[in-house]
């Protein structure tokens, strides 16, 4: 059983900071490409930023320059950094990540359940 879990979302006001962070436990073998992804009312989940097991990172033009992507091999875990926060940040973040549970396995994606970023005027 392999289970990503966030945390870190809530309340804050437009211009302001959050760090997300997700972390990966049980039967993992190792783990390939982590990412971000969100979802507000009535949209589709996009993509906010990946970051390949070496640190290579994309990011999403709507977040470019405000957000960064960044992990921690060791502890399985991935964060994000969100900088001057606008109201269209709001959404639900989901992380997500490549993950093969045995030598030799493909690997699978799992995602997290989400965490809830609500940015206020």
């Known amino acids: 059983q392999v289970q990503l879990v966030e945390s870190g979302g809530g309340l804050v006001q437009a211009g302001g900071s959050l760090r997300l962070s997700c972390a990966a436990s049980?039967?993992?073998?190792?783990?390939?490409?982590m990412g971000w992804f969100r979802q507000a009312p009535g949209k589709e989940r996009e993509l906010v930023a990946t970051i390949t097991r070496g640190g290579s990172t994309n990011y999403a033009d709507s977040v470019k320059g405000r957000f960064t992507i960044s992990r921690d091999n060791a502890k399985n875990t991935v964060f994000l950094q969100m900088s001057s926060l606008k109201v269209g940040d709001t959404a639900v973040y989901y992380c997500n990540a490549d993950i093969a549970r045995g030598l030799g396995s493909m690997a699978n994606t799992y995602w997290g359940q989400g965490t809830q970023v609500t940015v206020s005027s």
């Open positions: 049980g039967s993992i073998f190792s783990i390939g490409a």
